[in-house]
């Protein structure tokens, strides 16, 4: 299947791209299951040869349209595509020029992207960038929750359907010293604790035997997390973005997590932001209340546990001594008791996004 020649169809006939010199530019992990397992590749293909029948009788919208494909070959390879690409638009003088970047794989790749985006438009300040360049994230992994659609055929309508461009927010996340070169970023949730335990045994376990294992360790981490990483105090201060207090919480917590916003899952559609609340955290417990209650937290309904606090807030500063687990977006890092207090923080929106008309 040339999903390069059918998403390049689909483009020059959306609306968006309406009297555009369009470059069309797909980043795309080889080995991510969308591509590999054959009931995923082939569900994506007949999905792709759907949406092209959808829209063969609309007329071509692009003053002119240019497609590319890269292939990532390990880990990391995909920022470092993106930032040439990036580094091309921002040097195309042409007023006309419009540059989609499809990113096809799993949360890692679309983290990479993401994250050489934010390094140019946010910490660089070239906010020119935003208007130039649009990221369109295929769900090709095994996650797929920071995905525009969690399969591809709602994925497509992006550019099938009526849409509109969207300008979203990050989490940006840095340690005490608060260096540009110590700060990492989010695009669909950041978290310590428990959670980041699971993704890091899940990630361990996918580099040498495929399939998904993160609900197996959940399982797991109910039983062995507290043995490995001492569940300290913890103090979190939780403010809006002028400031305004919010919320303060002390004691020992399994888990602390901010969101880019609300209604967002991880760990391959667990609803951890059930609603339009933010930042979550879950207290510390005794094994057999963790072993009642945890099937909850994949479908939302630990919002109702007394253990759970939920909120909305731009901002959260978290004080804490012992060695804990960092996750980005599924991909983790160890921190500290140097790194504290850790902070998180909303983003002012700046990476261009499509999104349906409501």
């Given at each position: 299947?040339?999903?390069?020649?059918?998403?390049?169809?689909?483009?020059?006939?959306?609306?968006?791209?309406?009297?555009?010199?369009?470059?069309?530019?797909?980043?795309?992990?080889?080995?991510?299951?969308?591509?590999?397992?054959?009931?995923?590749?082939?569900?994506?293909?007949?999905?792709?040869?759907?949406?092209?029948?959808?829209?063969?009788?609309?007329?071509?919208?692009?003053?002119?349209?240019?497609?590319?494909?890269?292939?990532?070959?390990?880990a990391g390879h995909a920022g470092e595509i993106a930032r040439e690409v990036f580094l091309?638009?921002?040097?195309?003088?042409?007023?006309?020029?419009?540059?989609?970047?499809?990113?096809?794989?799993?949360?890692?790749?679309?983290?990479?992207?993401?994250?050489?985006?934010?390094?140019?438009?946010?910490?660089?300040?070239?906010?020119?960038?935003?208007?130039?360049?649009?990221?369109?994230?295929?769900?090709?992994?095994?996650?797929?929750?920071?995905?525009?659609?969690?399969?591809?055929?709602?994925?497509?309508?992006?550019?099938?359907?009526?849409?509109?461009?969207?300008?979203?927010?990050?989490?940006?996340?840095?340690?005490?010293?608060?260096?540009?070169?110590?700060?990492?970023?989010?695009?669909?949730?950041?978290?310590?604790?428990?959670?980041?335990?699971?993704?890091?045994?899940?990630?361990k376990v996918k580099h040498h035997l495929p399939g998904d294992f993160y609900k197996i360790?959940?399982?797991?981490?109910?039983?062995?997390?507290?043995?490995?990483?001492?569940?300290?105090?913890?103090?979190?201060?939780?403010?809006?973005?002028?400031?305004?207090?919010?919320?303060?919480?002390?004691?020992?917590?399994?888990?602390?997590?901010?969101?880019?916003?609300?209604?967002?899952?991880?760990?391959?559609?667990?609803?951890?932001?059930?609603?339009?609340?933010?930042?979550?955290?879950?207290?510390?417990?005794?094994?057999?209340?963790?072993?009642?209650?945890?099937?909850?937290?994949?479908?939302?309904?630990?919002?109702?546990?007394?253990?759970?606090?939920l909120c909305k807030a731009d901002k959260i500063v978290i004080y804490y001594g012992e060695?804990?687990?960092?996750?980005?977006?599924?991909?983790?890092?160890?921190?500290?008791?140097?790194?504290?207090?850790?902070?998180?923080?909303?983003?002012?929106?700046?990476?261009?996004?499509?999104?349906?008309?409501?």
């Amino acid at each position: 299947m040339d999903y390069l020649g059918g998403l390049k169809t689909l483009a020059e006939r959306s609306p968006l791209f309406s009297g555009r010199n369009l470059h069309l530019v797909m980043i795309a992990n080889p080995v991510a299951g969308g591509f590999t397992i054959k009931k995923r590749a082939e569900k994506n293909k007949k999905w792709l040869v759907d949406a092209i029948k959808a829209v063969e009788d609309k007329p071509v919208l692009t003053r002119s349209i240019s497609s590319s494909l890269h292939e990532t070959r390990n880990a990391g390879h995909a920022g470092e595509i993106a930032r040439e690409v990036f580094l091309s638009a921002l040097s195309d003088s042409d007023t006309d020029s419009y540059y989609l970047v499809i990113i096809a794989g799993g949360d890692g790749t679309s983290l990479d992207v993401q994250t050489e985006y934010a390094e140019l438009c946010y910490v660089g300040k070239e906010e020119r960038l935003s208007d130039k360049v649009c990221l369109m994230r295929l769900p090709f992994g095994t996650g797929n929750d920071g995905s525009d659609g969690r399969f591809l055929d709602e994925s497509l309508r992006l550019l099938t359907g009526k849409a509109h461009f969207e300008k979203q927010s990050a989490v940006r996340v840095y340690p005490v010293q608060g260096k540009v070169s110590e700060q990492w970023f989010a695009f669909n949730i950041a978290s310590i604790g428990v959670d980041a335990f699971i993704t890091h045994m899940t990630n361990k376990v996918k580099h040498h035997l495929p399939g998904d294992f993160y609900k197996i360790w959940v399982d797991l981490a109910c039983l062995f997390y507290s043995m490995i990483y001492n569940v300290g105090k913890m103090t979190v201060v939780m403010t809006n973005h002028d400031g305004g207090h919010v919320l303060n919480q002390n004691g020992r917590f399994l888990l602390m997590l901010m969101g880019a916003s609300g209604y967002r899952t991880y760990g391959s559609n667990q609803k951890i932001l059930p609603d339009d609340n933010n930042v979550c955290g879950v207290r510390e417990m005794a094994l057999l209340r963790k072993l009642q209650l945890k099937n909850g937290f994949k479908t939302g309904k630990h919002c109702h546990y007394p253990e759970t606090i939920l909120c909305k807030a731009d901002k959260i500063v978290i004080y804490y001594g012992e060695r804990i687990l960092l996750q980005l977006d599924g991909e983790a890092r160890l921190l500290y008791p140097a790194d504290f207090p850790l902070t998180m923080e909303l983003t002012e929106p700046f990476i261009t996004v499509i999104k349906v008309d409501q």
